[in-house]
DNA sequence: CGCCTTGAATAAGTCTGCTTTTTGGGCCTA
DNA sequence: TAGGCCCAAAAAGCAGACTTATTCAAGGCG
């Protein structure tokens, strides 16, 4: 039985935090924007009270943005010198919220090709441990995924489809029972809805990538890790290739 | 010419933070290893005066700690409750703080395993686009480097081997073109100390290792990028064998 | 008996003024 | 010109008052 797909499974919702709302929460959001966007070039220098002004926030506020903002390695402070902005060299690229921040500034694609070759790595060994981790209940639960997919392809569901394809690499990455693999599940959604939302996307999804879909499912419940593991870099390319087109046309060269 | 190799090319130093001083380090590095360390355990809840108290500093100290605990995923902060630990599930796994925290943890197997695998998937894709996108410079470097390495593995000088071998590793990531697999540099570099601090490696590394590293770069240097990633794959293979025996002499079964 | 309103208790969130520590740069001397 | 000294600037840290949201329970109503 698949439990709860449509309802946003496993809790955490798909892509949507709950909106964030007090100070520190929106001073945090315009200053890690504006530093993702090249607002803020790196070497640039800020000082505390110049952004309590800014702001019209109390030195708290603005004394805990900073913390959050180091320890991702966007600002670096100093005593008698005040807030520096550091390169974009040392941001910790993995942290979900610098993810989105870059995915919605003027780096967009750059952030893209990155995950999505991230994607291209990682995502096949996931189906190669996967199978040979899954349990049965887990195998199952791919195959009629992937079962549900070919249906909502077929009828043009998009919104069905989008669901339904997070949730099935969501699974695999669980299945290959690595806590790091499944944490990249996050940025894999951000990519798949992002390239929804901006109609990246074939309206109708080949026929291919459905027929890949469900010999992954098939290949991991048969602990044939070898086999998983080609029919997702075949997936895997596929997605590349739409990737590469987009950011050809975006005019962008891609090669950071 | 390979540039400053020994002494820490690229300006970072290869795995030593300057030693973070402060009260919020002090408190930030107590609470967050106590958090991984299972120390503070999920669902539990702390409260600000209570910290306040324990550690002898100000209100503000403890909220900034908080706030950058809290956007690690470690806890969240509830009104009228206190503040609750959040389960492992939440953490930002790829936060290079949290794997410093985590490998010097109970948890350190299963955070080895964890990073060798993601290695094991990563790696030999960074090898295959380096192949591609490594211009003549970087490629001429990492076959120096090779050579380098074989010298030092045959001469038994552990400590060189090691710099060098981190060196290659984080080239080939970094001629991969993808600033994603370069920041995973941190975290290999992280292992492959540990492993050494903990003595587990071999004194004299394989023959067969230093032949694909070797490999590995003349792969590149032709733009061979099947033939770098294979031989990259055998390079996981064989590191990720040497961890297994590791964790299964450690009498942890690794499976999360 | 169960449900809804309301109000008090509580703990985080925010603000403000202050002291302490560090450090970069100017200045002075040898 | 080099080296050391001193000062001011800015973050780091402290203390406490006040604000706001949330929970929980008591009491009222259907």
Chains 1, 2 share one sequence.
């Not at 000082?47 to 320890?71: C, F, H, K, Q, T």
């Not at 199978?131 to 995924?145: F, I, K, N, W």
């Not at 894999?188 to 879909?213: D, F, S």
């Amino acid at each position: 039985m698949i439990s709860g797909v449509e309802s946003s499974a496993s809790g955490a919702p798909v892509s949507a935090g709950p909106v964030e709302t007090g100070l520190h929460a929106r001073v945090l959001e315009h200053l890690g924007t504006a530093i993702c966007g090249g607002e803020l070039t790196p070497g640039s220098v800020l000082n505390i009270d110049e952004l309590v002004d800014r702001y019209a926030v109390s030195r708290s506020v603005v004394r805990e943005v900073l913390r959050v903002l180091a320890s991702m390695g966007f600002i670096e402070t100093r005593r008698r010198v005040g807030v520096l902005i550091r390169p974009a060299s040392s941001w910790n690229v993995f942290d979900p919220q610098v993810i989105r921040w870059r995915l919605a500034s003027a780096g967009r694609m750059a952030q893209l090709r990155s995950i999505t070759e991230l994607r291209t790595a990682v995502e096949p060994h996931a189906a190669l441990l996967a199978a040979t981790r899954a349990d049965h209940d887990e195998a199952s639960d791919l195959v009629g995924l992937a079962a549900k997919m070919w249906a909502a392809g077929k009828a043009g569901d998009e919104e069905r489809f989008l669901r339904l394809d997070i949730e099935f690499h969501r699974r695999v990455l669980r299945a290959s029972g690595n806590e790091m693999f499944l944490r990249l599940q996050d940025l894999i959604a951000e990519v798949l809805t992002g390239r929804h939302k901006h109609h990246l996307m074939p309206h109708h999804p080949h026929e291919q990538a459905l027929q890949l879909h469900a010999e992954v499912a098939q290949a991991i419940q048969r602990h044939d890790g070898e086999r998983a593991r080609r029919a997702m870099v075949e997936l895997m390319e596929q997605a590349f290739d739409e990737m590469r087109s987009l950011w050809e046309q975006a005019g962008e060269p891609g090669q950071g």
